[in-house]
Structures are given as C-alpha cells and as structure tokens.
C-alpha cells in the first residue's frame, strides 16, 4: 500500500526542517547540538563481554540461542544501550524523517565500528532492509543511512545483496522465539555476497532474532561469515 499524500508531505516538511534548521539535541532539545555535551555524556557504551548474540549476563560464554549458530555466524554487538538520549535521537530519526540527525548516529556508529573491528578483515557492509511497503511509508531505511557512514568510515564496499522477502508483523512484545519464527524466511541474498566477510548494520537490536534471520539467508547464498553491529540494544 502507498503512504498517503498527506504523509509524504509531512516527512517532506520534517526533513526539511531537519535539514535547514540548527540541530535541536535529540535529548533535551538544546538548539546548536545533536547531542548536548550532557545527554553525550548520558550515552551508555556497551563494552562488557558478552556471547555472540550479544546478549548481557553471560560474561562471554555461549548461551542456548547462539549455541545453534553456525560457527560463521556472529557476533553481534551494539554500540550503545537503548535509552534516554540515543533512544530519542533514534526516535526523531526513524519516525520524523530527520536525516540530519540520522547522518550525525551514523558518524557515533561508524566510530564505535572502527574502534570494534581494529583489524578485522571485511569484504562488504550490508543494512538490514525494510520490506519495501514499510519503506514506501516511512520514505527511507534507517540502516542503510547507519550503514553508509559505516562503510565510509572503515573504507569497506557498501552492499545491496540483501532483501526482505516477507512483510513480517511488528517485533514489539515478542519474546526470542516468537521474534525468530517471526523473521523466519523473511530475508532473501543473491550471489553477490559469494566468498565475503559481512557486516550487517541496523539502528537496534533486541533479542538478535533479525540479525540472525538475515545472517543465515546471506550464509546460504554462500557468504563466508556474517556479523551484525547495532547503534543501540534494547532490553
């Protein structure tokens, strides 16, 4: 189904604004800033060990979701924990159409990146994509914006071989096996990521059943290994 003219008008205006207005902190709304040196300070790096899902509390051993990974799947790691200032700043990105404020977390995420793979070897950076009615509404795909400031950053080819065949239901309030039978089938790969090292970009990560979705199909359509790096991980 096609947006509405009415909303195609309204992201319109709103990118418009993001675009020619003076950036508004995505925290306490300060003018001059994306983020305030305060709500900058609020962000709360995700640093700890964790297993290859990514989930916390595990202190680097695998858990039962990961440990039917295959071995070239993973890991998946965010840069940030989703809340308060990034939640927001994300927030206003995907749902206002502020594509300035979109360019300025894909510069946090592509920094986070080079300091996380310092040294690993990469063949392609790919989005995770929307289904193409969802992006038909929403006008954009917040990861591939994320995702092209990463590949810029770390010099590595920006990809398209990834599509979302199946017009999943929304994740919210799903717990891990409902979210992976949810996104079961739901991505497609074609012959292009034959051979590669991938890594896959999206603005939040939950429990990773999205990231994993979209790692098997890409490792079916014969890539090498796949990995999964978020801005933000939710709880």
Not at 78 to 96: C, D, N, Q
Not at 113 to 128: K, Q, S, Y
Not at 155 to 164: A, S
Not at 194 to 223: K, P
Request: positive net charge; hydrophobic residues 45%; proline residues 6%.
């Amino acid at each position: 189904m096609m947006s509405s003219p009415l909303a195609w008008v309204r992201r319109l205006t709103r990118a418009l604004e993001a675009t020619l207005l003076p950036p508004v902190c995505g925290g306490c709304g300060r003018r001059g800033e994306w983020l305030c040196p305060s709500c900058t300070a609020a962000l709360r790096p995700l640093t700890d060990a964790r297993c290859r899902c990514g989930r916390p509390g595990t202190r680097g051993r695998v858990c039962s979701v990961c440990a039917e990974w295959p071995d070239a799947l993973g890991p998946i790691r965010a840069a940030f924990v989703f809340e308060g200032p990034l939640r927001s700043s994300i927030h206003r990105f995907k749902y206002r159409g502020e594509y300035a404020r979109g360019r300025y977390l894909g510069s946090l995420l592509a920094e986070a990146a080079a300091t996380a793979l310092d040294g690993v070897a990469l063949d392609l950076v790919l989005p995770i994509p929307l289904h193409p009615r969802r992006q038909r509404e929403r006008g954009f795909n917040q990861a591939q914006i994320l995702a092209e400031a990463v590949a810029a950053r770390l010099g590595v080819p920006l990809g398209q071989d990834l599509l979302r065949i199946v017009d999943t239901r929304s994740q919210v309030g799903l717990d891990y096996a409902g979210r992976r039978a949810n996104m079961q089938g739901a991505f497609r790969s074609g012959p292009g990521v034959r051979g590669a090292s991938v890594l896959l970009i999206d603005d939040v990560v939950t429990t990773g059943a999205t990231m994993e979705a979209a790692g098997l199909a890409l490792l079916e359509a014969g890539a090498r290994h796949v990995r999964g790096l978020a801005l933000a991980r939710g709880a």
